[in-house]
């Protein structure tokens, strides 16, 4: 059953689930996860730019 949920939860992605994450975003999109990516990752670059904040926990 489908239920519209998300792949994060409470607290976030973090390492278990990150590699769900691309075909939930894409299932969402059109395919195009892609896309959604880079704009998450630009995103993170703004308020992140050294990426200091909990590195390796969505995008490598």
Request: aromatic content about 6%; charged content about 25%; cysteine-free.
């Amino acid at each position: 059953m489908r239920l519209n949920g998300t792949v994060s939860a409470e607290h976030g992605i973090g390492t278990q689930k990150k590699e769900l994450l691309k075909g939930a975003i894409g299932s969402r999109n059109n395919g195009r996860s892609d896309l959604v990516i880079e704009l998450m990752k630009n995103i993170r670059r703004a308020f992140d730019p050294y990426g200091i904040f909990n590195p390796g926990k969505i995008f490598d």
